[in-house]
């Protein structure tokens, strides 16, 4: 079993920058496949970013590319996702998610976070 708490939303300014955190309990963090995601209301979960098990392989929506940056150290159980050049229509409930491989779709991940909400003003 794996939780995953996540921290650090906020409200920002358009511009701003923000990093979310993504602690895990459990001992098989390091083997898991890990990715964000986002909500707004009315909407299915967005893909975000995603992160191999062994930090090899990263990848992102094309919304996202080059403003944000997942990252994880397996010392400290952790998964962050570094916002910077925040946008207005970045504004949603940030999930991080856990499983058992790689995947730009929420189905393969076995575990969430509670989310954190991000708010970006214009």
């Known amino acids: 079993q794996v939780q995953l708490v996540e921290s650090g939303g906020g409200l920002v300014q358009a511009g701003g920058s923000l990093r979310l955190s993504c602690a895990a309990s459990?001992?098989?963090?390091?083997?898991?496949?890990m990715g964000w995601f986002r909500q707004v209301p009315g909407k299915g979960r967005e893909f975000v970013a995603g992160i191999s098990w062994n930090v090899d392989n990263t990848y992102y929506a094309n919304s996202v590319k080059g403003r944000f940056t997942i990252s994880r150290d397996n010392a400290k159980n952790t998964v962050y996702l570094q916002m910077n050049s925040l946008k207005p229509e970045d504004t949603a409930v940030y999930y991080c998610?856990?499983?058992?491989?790689?995947?730009?779709?929420?189905?393969?991940?076995?575990?969430w976070g509670q989310g954190t909400q991000v708010t970006v003003s214009s």
């Open positions: 998610a856990a499983g058992p491989y790689q995947a730009t779709y929420a189905a393969p991940y076995n575990y």
């Open positions: 459990g001992r098989t963090f390091s083997t898991l496949a």
